[in-house]
Every structure is written in structure tokens, then in C-alpha cells.
């Protein structure tokens, strides 16, 4: 299995009003009124975070382990639940793109599973139809696709992640709405997987 990129794994964050120094594009996600920002430049390079929200270091808590993703190619974000047939589990890179007909693109976009969004600017774009992240989860292995939040091989093919609330901002609309909202560091405050190395 050849992985290019390393995935963030635990994530550390920090409270916006000390983040002085990001990087107007964020993608955002709220839940129980807890706000959390992953800037999109990192999720550009390593695709992927495993977080739990209410939690500091994205270990220990009771909050929702969820992942944070973004596939550079097709320009799609998408958040979702990691707890999969009642069970948390990790996912990473499998290195490997799939390529969906368009039609499934543009209803993950209908469906909110998915939105689009540019690193460089932070403004809210279509999904493109391109190679697809291909994602595998450390329990099973199975092999799932980011844009459909769905597993396409493996014991969980046709498992559907439950998808969270999330969306595209840019920095200074974030911190106005969310003034005491975390901020994803970057490694290495932020644990990571090396490429190539597998989970579990």
C-alpha cells in the first residue's frame, strides 16, 4: 500500500484568539455549540484528520470522534462520524483514487454529504469530477470513498458514514461567529501517521 501523505492523528488545538497567524481558508464544523476550524491548507496536505470533538488533544473525552477530510483533486470536504457499526475506528490514506460517475459528485453535493471548496481563496466551489480519496478504516480495512462517505470494498462495502454538519469560511468570518472557537495546530503539534505506515 503506497501513502504519499500523512494523516493527522491525534489532532491538538488552540483557541482562535491565539491563532493570529492562519491562513484565511477554513472549513468549519459545529456541534453541541462547540466550533472547530481545520484549515484547509493542512487538510490539502495530509487529507485526512481523525479528531474527537470536546477534546483538547482528540484523544481522551466523550466527545464525538469524527474525521475531517478534504481531497485536494476533486476540491470536496466532507465530516463524519468515525463510529462504525457502534465502534470507533481510525482512517488514513489508502494512496489510491477512485473515479465515480459525475452523477454521484453532484448528489453528494445535493445530499450534503460533501461541499466544495478552494485552499487558496476559503470561497465555496462545485465539486470537481476527478480521482476521488479512497480512505481505509484501521478495524477492517475496508476501503471507502470520501465523496460518497460510503465503503466500496471490503467487509463494510455499502456502509454509510453518518455525515456531520459542516462548511467552507473563511478565517475572519469564523472567529467573529465563533470567538472562543479551536483552531487545528499543525504538526508537529499535531500527531501524524507517516506514509506508508498502517493503522491498527
Given amino acids: 500500500m503506497k ?27 459545529t456541534a453541541d455549540g462547540l ?11 495530509h487529507e485526512i484528520v481523525n479528531d474527537r470533538l470536546g477534546t483538547s488533544d482528540g484523544l481522551a473525552g466523550t466527545g464525538e ?15 463524519a462520524s468515525r463510529r462504525v457499526d ?10 489510491q483514487l477512485w473515479m465515480p460517475e459525475a452523477v454521484f459528485e453532484r448528489a453528494s453535493e445535493e445530499e450534503g454529504r460533501t461541499f466544495g471548496a478552494t485552499h487558496s481563496g476559503g470561497e465555496e466551489i462545485s465539486v470537481k469530477h476527478n480521482g ?22 471490503g467487509p463494510h462495502t455499502g456502509t454509510e458514514l453518518g455525515i456531520r454538519p459542516s ?4 478565517w475572519e468570518q469564523f472567529h467573529r461567529r ?14 501524524t501517521v507517516r506514509p506508508g505506515e498502517i493503522l491498527g
Fill in 132 to 153: 476521488n480519496l479512497v480512505m481505509y478504516d484501521a478495524a477492517t480495512r475496508s476501503y471507502w470513498s470520501q465523496i460518497l462517505a460510503r465503503g466500496i470494498c
Fill in 3 to 29: 501513502v504519499d501523505c500523512e494523516n493527522l492523528l491525534p489532532s491538538r488545538h488552540n483557541l482562535t484568539g491565539r491563532a493570529t497567524r492562519l491562513r484565511p481558508a477554513i472549513a468549519s464544523r
Fill in 35 to 45: 466550533a472547530r476550524a481545520y484549515r484547509l491548507t493542512i487538510l490539502v496536505t
Fill in 86 to 95: 457502534g465502534e470507533t475506528t481510525e482512517f488514513a490514506v489508502t494512496g
Fill in 65 to 79: 470522534p469524527v474525521i475531517v477530510t478534504f481531497c485536494p483533486l476533486c476540491a470536496s470536504g466532507m465530516v
Fill in 167 to 170: 462548511s467552507v469560511t473563511t
Fill in 178 to 191: 465563533y470567538p472562543g472557537g479551536e483552531v487545528l495546530l499543525p504538526p508537529p503539534h499535531s500527531g
